[in-house]
């Protein structure tokens, strides 16, 4: 059974940097899978923010593409999200989550992990 | 590129039918058999219900059913249960981004 687990911390101050992991289990993160994070800011809609494919190949939302990093760490089977410059628009539920492709669906995804942008 | 298009809100009765519709441009929705669709309880993470259109995973009630036409595509849930209370929204691919719906609250009255 695929698992995801989001971590990172909680809170961080505007223009800082973002920074978050997914530990995954149940499968090598270089399977042939396409690795996410989408983002919920609260009360509102689910916004995709970017992929990466176990050979490195990466795609991003264009419209946080110039502020946004992922990469994998092989060795811990996770990956990770750097967002930088961060306003308190950033705000919101962060999940990981798994594709068979880059142009499928989402499954499974993590529990979210919350991040507040504030000083 | 802007989020799909979906209704705030739809309600219904135990035992009803209820649509939601997802509308996108013929840059997304109308372009890709590649809709999705997720059902989100408050404080969870999404749950796929349905994908590529009309496909439904394994351990998925045969309750929902998903269709496209044009620009819009549907889901449509049938025997409403008091458990079908949750968010949908809708997902489709975009030419090298992916997009969501803003979300539609259930309600079973």
């Known amino acids: 059974q695929v698992q995801l687990q989001e971590s990172g911390p909680g809170l961080v101050k505007p223009s800082g940097t973002l920074s978050l992991t997914c530990a995954v289990s149940?499968?090598?993160?270089?399977?042939?899978?396409?690795w996410s994070w989408v983002r919920q800011p609260p009360g509102k809609g689910l916004e995709w923010i970017a992929e990466?494919?176990?050979?490195?190949?990466?795609n991003y939302n264009p419209s946080l593409k110039s502020r946004v990093s992922i990469s994998l760490d092989k060795s811990k089977n996770q990956f990770s999200l750097r967002l930088g410059s961060v306003t308190a628009a950033d705000t919101a539920v962060y999940y990981c989550a798994r594709r068979t492709s880059s142009v499928g669906w989402f499954d499974p995804w993590g529990q979210g992990t919350l991040v507040t942008v504030s000083s | 590129q802007s989020a799909l298009t979906q209704p705030a809100s739809v309600s219904g009765s135990p035992g009803q039918s209820i649509t939601i519709s997802c509308t996108g441009t013929?840059?997304?929705?109308?372009?890709?058999?590649?809709v999705s669709w997720y059902q989100q309880y408050p404080g969870k993470a999404p749950k796929v219900m349905i994908y590529e259109v009309t496909k439904r995973p394994s351990g998925v009630s045969n309750r929902f059913s998903g269709s496209k036409s044009g620009n819009t595509a549907s889901l449509t849930i049938s025997g409403l249960q008091a458990e079908d209370e949750a968010n949908y929204f809708c997902?489709?691919?975009?030419?090298?981004?992916?997009?969501f719906g803003g979300g539609t609250k259930l309600t079973v009255l």
């Open positions: 990466i494919y176990h050979y490195g190949t990466t």
């Open positions: 149940g499968v090598s993160i270089t399977s042939s899978n396409w």
């Open positions: 997902c489709s691919y975009a030419a090298g981004n992916t997009l």
């Open positions: 013929s840059s997304d929705v109308g372009n890709y058999n590649l």
